[in-house]
């Protein structure tokens, strides 16, 4: 079973700041199959980012993904407002398709 | 708006059982791989389980195969997940997921239902 494990647990940032969230897998994810998703307190979770580094649709330029083998990263370039939220890795290259941890955004 | 609409919240007992359903658009269906995850109070996102109708065939976590079973019903575009033997540690939102194109036959998921709360209470 591959392990995600999602570094910080909370990162605290201000509007305008550049937000890295980082992503290791226990083994090597084939063709890149790592997942983002953003979840705001009382909502579903929202694809933000799939093979690695393509943005889903409505997605802003401002969120990026890069990575691959077992490292991968989510970036937000210049945060907004509404991206305070909770973030998660998904790793879909071998069952069971677990989830990270989470990182938590928090305004400082 | 692609929307996937989850049947009404659950208040079981301890030992008991729960099937959720989850009406999905009917196009492309069968083509689409479908999750079902859940998220207990203050914790992460766990996938249960998927299904890609045209196959039939369930993938499950082996961390509930012998408790969960997800079926597809291609005549009313629906999923279900029955969940047996519950437990207090089973309360929790469940929800069903698709992924973003049909026909790829991956398990992340795009689209979300609106979640289904299960209570496990005596």
């Known amino acids: 079973e591959t392990v995600l494990t999602q570094s910080p647990d909370t990162l605290s940032l201000s509007p305008g700041e550049r937000a890295t969230f980082s992503c290791r897998a226990s083994?090597?994810?084939?063709?890149?199959?790592i997942a983002w998703y953003q979840q705001r307190v009382g909502q579903a979770p929202r694809l933000l980012i799939y093979?690695?580094?393509n943005r889903a649709t409505a997605v802003p330029d401002r969120f990026s993904g890069s990575g691959s083998g077992t490292d991968f990263t989510l970036t937000i370039s210049r945060l907004e407002p509404e991206d305070f939220a909770t973030y998660y890795c998904q790793q879909y290259g071998v069952s069971p398709y677990n989830f990270g941890q989470g990182t938590k955004l928090e305004i400082k | 708006q692609v929307q996937l609409v989850q049947s009404g919240p659950e208040v079981k007992n301890p030992g008991s059982s729960v099937k959720v359903s989850c009406k999905a658009p009917g196009d492309s269906f069968r083509f689409y791989a479908f999750s079902w995850v859940r998220q207990a109070p203050g914790q992460g996102p766990e996938w249960l389980g998927g299904i890609i109708p045209v196959f039939g065939t369930a993938d499950y976590s082996k961390k509930f195969q012998d408790r969960v079973t997800i079926t597809a019903d291609e005549s009313t575009t629906t999923v279900y997940m029955i969940l047996t033997n519950l437990k207090s540690e089973d309360t929790a939102f469940y929800y069903c997921a698709r992924e973003r194109l049909p026909g790829n036959h991956l398990y992340y998921m795009d689209v979300w239902g609106q979640g289904t709360p299960v209570i496990v209470s005596s």
């Open positions: 083994q090597r994810i084939s063709s890149a199959y």
């Open positions: 093979g690695a580094s």
